[in-house]
């Protein structure tokens, strides 16, 4: 009888069970993986959102209303609707040049919670900020922090996808 064959078994047994292990988590971990891989549509829209972002953050208006369709609609917290990228882009133009909003600083910065493709030329974009240190032009006062969330309705217009919907809705902290 031959001495190594209890060590070869073990040795075996180790290496087929060295391999269901694997197979158990590549297995579980690929569809994940392959899951969290944004499609091109996805990275396109994140791109337009960042470009965005940019524009709010150099507090430039032209930039912001240039991710917007023709016609798009904004509304705000406060209740004002705007009608069309023109529109969007005059308001954000007086909004962005007063000192109490330009004191505002984000201190989370925006971030996209749900990204939904609801068919090949439309999504819905999901995200919020938080911003502190802005002041009230007119009374000079302190504002309250804003924690605002967005909806962005996304087209794809010609193969660039616009935004063609958003609005803004901050949460109200009462004191």
């Known amino acids: 009888m031959n001495d190594n064959l209890p060590r070869l078994v073990l040795k075996e047994f180790t290496v087929r069970l060295k391999a269901i292990f694997l197979a158990a988590i590549l297995t579980t971990a690929l569809p994940w993986a392959t899951a969290q891989q944004p499609t091109p549509d996805e990275a396109a829209i994140r791109s337009v959102l960042a470009h965005e972002a940019e524009g709010w953050n150099k507090f430039d208006p032209h930039e912001v209303a ?18 069309g990228r023109a529109e969007i882009e005059k308001f954000l133009t007086d909004l962005l040049a007063r000192p109490g909003y330009r ?18 030329t439309t999504a819905a974009v999901w995200s919020d900020e938080k911003i502190e240190g802005l002041v009230n032009d007119i009374s000079g006062n302190p504002m309250q922090p804003r924690h605002s969330y967005y909806l962005n309705v996304m087209v794809k217009q010609n193969g660039e996808w616009k935004i063609s919907d958003a609005i803004i809705m901050d949460i109200v902290h009462l004191k």
């Open 103 to 120: 004191a505002g600083t984000s201190t989370v910065p925006t971030k996209i919670l749900d990204l939904r493709l609801t068919s090949p």
């Open 66 to 83: 240039s991710v917007f369709t023709a016609d798009a609609i904004w509304q705000n917290p406060f209740g004002v609707r705007l009608h």
